[in-house]
């Protein structure tokens, strides 16, 4: 009993080794980005914070700039050009084929092709000159759209400038036809007349409105 109260009561001295004293070991982190960090500093150093925020720069700095090119980056097939819009506004660039770069979340752009196209239209009612109704189905209509015409087109009558300039002019000039002649003439005497006369008219149309 007394020797434990004695123990107690003596200081505890420091190992030694050949007479010197031997300290316990202390420790220094080390922050990731290269900064020594002494001793009871909390871990996330100014140092540390800095770098952090370095790195989430870098990091949106490259996701933007890939972000730009995903969307820049565009290819017009073969037969078709491209022309271009910014913010709604129809620009003067026609691209050629191939691959292609543009204002990134500013532009954007449509393929239109110049090569001949057929299209077959809906079903065409119309009423003839002594009031019989009849329908035209499979009309067939093959266009073809001038390079150096196309940004005027579309400025004038939208991106599908070919209805409102073919596709509804061979409606109304088919209804026409009809409506001045009578079903006998039509399926009959004229019926042959029919094509030249909508082309014609169509082809003027074209003209006055282009």
């Given at each position: ?5 004695s ?16 300290r ?32 989430a ?30 913010h ?22 449509v ?15 119309a ?17 073809t ?17 070919k ?33 030249a006369?909508?082309k ?6 074209i003209?006055?409105?282009?």
């Amino acid at each position: 009993m007394n020797d434990q109260q004695s123990t107690k009561g003596v200081a505890m001295r420091p190992q030694t080794t050949d007479g010197v004293a031997m300290r316990p070991p202390t420790y220094r982190s080390v922050d990731p980005c290269g900064y020594d960090m002494p001793d009871g500093m909390p871990h996330l150093s100014k140092g540390r914070k800095q770098c952090t925020a370095i790195t989430a720069a870098v990091v949106l700095v490259i996701a933007l700039g890939i972000a730009c090119i995903v969307d820049s980056y565009h290819k017009i097939n073969e037969g078709y050009v491209g022309i271009y819009f910014r913010h709604g506004a129809i620009q003067e660039r026609v691209s050629e084929p191939g691959v292609h770069l543009m204002r990134p979340f500013i532009d954007d752009y449509v393929e239109v092709k110049i090569r001949p196209e057929t299209h077959r239209m809906d079903p065409v009612r119309a009423i003839t000159k002594d009031g019989i109704e009849n329908t035209f189905k499979e009309i067939n209509v093959i266009t073809t759209v001038m390079k150096d015409k196309l940004i005027f087109m579309a400025k004038k009558f939208g991106r599908d400038f070919k209805k409102s300039l073919v596709y509804d002019r061979v409606k109304e000039d088919l209804r026409i036809f009809c409506a001045n002649h009578t079903i006998d003439e039509v399926y009959n005497t004229m019926f042959l007349d029919i094509v030249a006369h909508v082309k014609e008219n169509v082809g003027s149309s074209i003209s006055r409105l282009g």
